[in-house]
């Protein structure tokens, strides 16, 4: 009898703590099937119903395949006089989980631009698979506010907008807005995933995201899933120039599924 509850203790034990240390599938081969192991049991099932709840949402969700491009420089530099300014993260963007099949469908597409005769370079370059931070890989619009302007040809669901804008030298670019519409004219359905104007000099409202830092990572917008067709993205200005540069830019999306 005594030894008999030795064991069954031992067992109880065992298995909470496997309960609450791991959560694991293996843990239940543990679990002993005597009589006194009722909250034994009840325990192994809770420890199961979260660990499938987790394995659905994981099976849906993959990280992007993101090709980033060689870094110029290395670091974030001190003394940057811009308010508002990200903290560098000091390591490695983490990944970001997106629907399976989820890819860059802006590659190739139209591109409009606010400044049709860029100082350097063409429209096109923004979308062209090349994000290297070289001379010829980027596009210069005139000083003041200036917009892009993306057509991804169809309805698409929209999980996250990439820019780099320029990453030859780390700078600061202004009044970032990025906005999705239904139409090329930004009218109807206008949402902003991004907003760093905060004074509203840009006439778009007042933006509480944060300045930050161009890297060779680029900036990565989460979008959210909006469905949209046109994706436009402004600046005005950054804090070595007043004009407006793009190497590239990638949105991550999937069609949008018919109704
Ligand atoms: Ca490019
Ligand atoms: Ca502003």
Redesign the pocket.
């Known amino acids: 009898m005594l030894k008999i509850n030795t064991i069954e203790r031992l067992t109880l034990s065992v298995v909470i703590l496997f309960a609450l240390v791991l959560i694991l599938p293996s843990c239940g081969k543990k679990s002993s099937p005597d009589s006194a192991a009722g909250e034994t049991a009840a325990e192994a099932s809770a420890a199961g119903a979260d660990e499938s709840a987790g394995s659905v949402a994981a099976g849906d969700l993959v990280p992007l395949d993101i090709k980033l491009p060689r870094p110029m420089f290395v670091g974030t530099p001190q003394n940057m006089r811009v308010p508002n300014l990200e903290k560098p993260l000091g390591k490695a963007r983490p990944p970001f989980l997106a629907p399976a099949g989820t890819k860059n469908v802006a590659l190739g597409g139209a591109i409009a631009s606010s400044d049709e005769e860029p100082i350097i370079g063409e429209i096109e370059l923004i979308a062209d698979g090349d994000k290297e931070a070289t001379d010829g890989s980027y596009v210069e619009l005139g000083p003041f506010l200036q917009n892009i302007t993306i057509d991804l040809g169809a309805d698409h669901d929209i999980y996250a907008v990439l820019i780099w804008h320029f990453h030859k030298q780390p700078r600061i670019y202004?009044?970032v807005v990025v906005q999705v519409a239904d139409d090329p004219d930004f009218i109807s359905n206008v949402r902003t995933v991004f907003n760093?104007?905060?004074?509203?000099?840009?006439g778009l409202g007042v933006?509480q995201d944060l300045h930050y830092v161009e890297t060779s990572e680029g900036k990565l917008i989460d979008a959210k899933g909006a469905r949209a067709r046109y994706v436009r993205l402004y600046s005005?200005g950054n804090n070595s120039n007043d004009l407006n540069h793009y190497v590239e830019v990638e949105v991550y999306g999937k069609p949008a599924a018919a109704i």
């Open positions: 202004f009044d760093n104007d905060h004074d509203n000099s840009s933006g005005n």
